[in-house]
């Protein structure tokens, strides 16, 4: 069973969008997670990532400031706060976990359980 992402949507220009991801078929506290989005004739790309516990968070500069990255351990859930978004954070957006239990990578090959994405469009 892969993760579930959902919250994704249709957002103005300066909005905002919370997206949520589901994980079950794993230890989901013992892995870092993370946000990749990929829009249309574009390859994947990072957007984020958390340590197991948390404490060490990764953003890509694009999204530095405007997104923020967080995990409920007790409820196996991962959350992208998406704030100030705009139309070129259109794309599909995936949350996955990483390979390996120490290491906040930002590769997609370094993670294996992906979920189907759920889309955010930002558009006036």
């Known amino acids: 069973v892969q993760p579930v992402e959902s919250g994704g949507g249709l957002a103005q220009p300066g909005g905002s969008l919370r997206l949520s991801c589901a994980a079950s078929e794993f230890t989901f506290s013992a892995y870092p997670m993370g946000w990749f989005r990929q829009a249309p004739g574009k390859e994947r790309e990072f957007v984020a990532a958390i340590s197991k516990g948390g404490m060490g968070i990764e953003y890509a500069d694009s999204v530095k400031g405007r997104f923020t990255i967080s995990r409920d351990n007790a409820d196996n859930t991962l959350s992208l706060q998406m704030n100030s978004l705009k139309p070129e954070d259109t794309a599909l957006y995936y949350c996955?976990?990483?390979?390996?239990?120490?290491?906040?990578?930002?590769?997609?090959?370094?993670?294996?359980?992906w979920g189907q994405g759920t889309q955010v469009t930002v558009s006036s």
């Open positions: 996955a976990k990483a390979r390996y239990k120490s290491v906040i990578p930002r590769n997609p090959r370094d993670y294996d359980s």
